[in-house]
């Protein structure tokens, strides 16, 4: 059974820094492309980024490209999203999606 679990979000001011994390279970997280989406309040998912199975291949949205960066501990079965220089528009429920499944989102909250 594929479990995916997002951890990590917050409340912060514009230009600060979260780190998200998304703990796999249930099947091999190596084995799998993995990706970050988001949803805004009142608006549809948008996709974040995506990293290959073996780490060596990132892509990113134009709108985080520069600020974001996502990786993966293969080891632990963890999948992350390292996220800086934040600003409003980030705010939205992140999800962390691979093998089909889905996690419950973490919330990002960017305001002063």
């Known amino acids: 059974q594929v479990q995916l679990v997002e951890s990590g979000g917050g409340l912060v001011q514009p230009g600060g820094s979260l780190r998200l994390s998304c703990a796999a279970s249930?099947?091999?997280?190596?084995?799998?492309?993995m990706s970050w989406v988001r949803q805004a309040p009142g608006k549809g998912l948008e996709w974040v980024s995506t990293i290959n199975s073996g780490g060596g291949t990132t892509t990113y949205a134009g709108s985080v490209r520069g600020r974001f960066t996502i990786s993966r501990d293969n080891a632990k079965n963890t999948l992350y999203l390292q996220m800086n220089k934040l600003k409003p528009e980030d705010t939205a429920l992140y999800f962390c999606?691979?093998?089909?499944?889905r996690g419950q989102g973490t919330q990002v909250t960017v305001s002063s």
């Open positions: 249930g099947f091999t997280l190596s084995n799998y492309p």
């Open positions: 999606t691979g093998n089909g499944g």
